[in-house]
């Protein structure tokens, strides 16, 4: 009864009349909740945003700087759903609650065995367009120095890519209890994989661990107490996560320093389908970020990577219709293929939601301990099939 009253009041905020059916929760996002509404001026969707994450340092700004890059894009003609504007503002506040409203869209996101290769050459074509938008500062007194000159060219000259080969797909085992964890290089700088926690949050069984670092051992302990699945899943994966810190790390290090505009989270689940073409959602993860870490990473999204298949001619597809908007990529793929262990933030951010230091309830909570399990899954999948998946790029010839 409190979110239908709360809805209501949105409706009433933004001039839209009465609620004409009770809110549905729409399912599908892992931080915040969304609803559909309807009133009498038409349907919409209402993002609740997550409290907990709004309290972290710099969530404001953040979230300030997306929506002038969100305006930026929109005038480019990126195809998406921004958010309505109210007195200038596109996040709204009422009552402490933080929320954006979009017009409703009859579109639908793919689940991942959905996704055909033609679907990820038109991602990867849309990926290249924003990535060759001239990345401008917004906000600037209060964001990182970018720079103003147009970083429109990864390394190389632009060029037609070669011609996509067949399709090979690398699926998940039931089990994967033969990987083993051998490393594939020294590297000395360690991955800092964890974001800043908030304080405040719901009492715990954290005595120890620190809110700012992914301390593993930390959560481990903790874990024992309150959480023994999770600390079973955590204790028993100890080896590959180090391995998976190392390699990421490396990663890293060696992608060229380059900003653009990026989406942040461009995965199926935030791209919506309506007669064939894409509309991009979630636009609140707008920011600048490096061109060749998000198109990797999203190639691989892409391709079935969180749902532990790698379809490999959906891989190819996707950098090939990225490289023949954007130009051909020139780098050490082997060494940067580490950024598919990128999962470890999400692990270390679901670890801190399980054991309740960075949460808001217990429908959280839940949602945490589930999220652990899945991404130490996809670790472990992504570490038995990187050795064929920098073989298949190689074989381009890449």
Known sequence: MEYIEFCGKVAEQFGLGKLTAPPDRVTGGFLHRMYRLET???KYALKVLNPVIMQRPGTMENYR??????RLLWEQGIPMIPALERDGRKMQCLEGQHYYLFDWSEGKAMGWHEIEENHCRIIG?????IHKIPCMKVRAESCEDVGGEEKDSLE?????AKENSGSTKVKAEENFEDIGVEETGDFDKAASTAAAATSGTMATCMEGVGEN????DAYIKAARQCRPDIAEVLEGNRELISLAEKEYAAALDSIPDMRCFCHGDMDCKNVLWLDGEPLLIDLECLDYGNPLLEMFQLALSWAGWPACELDLGRFGGFLEAYQAEYGVVKTDWARISGVGYGWLDWLAYNARRA??????DEEERELGSREVHESIRRLRFFHSARRGLVSYIAARGW
């Open 65 to 70: 700087r997306a929506e002038e890059i969100e």
């Open 355 to 360: 054991l309740g230091i960075e949460c808001g």
């Open 40 to 42: 009498t001026a038409g």
């Open 156 to 160: 190389g000259a632009r060029a037609e």
């Open 213 to 216: 670092a992914a301390d593993w």
């Open 125 to 129: 074509k849309l990926l290249a367009r």
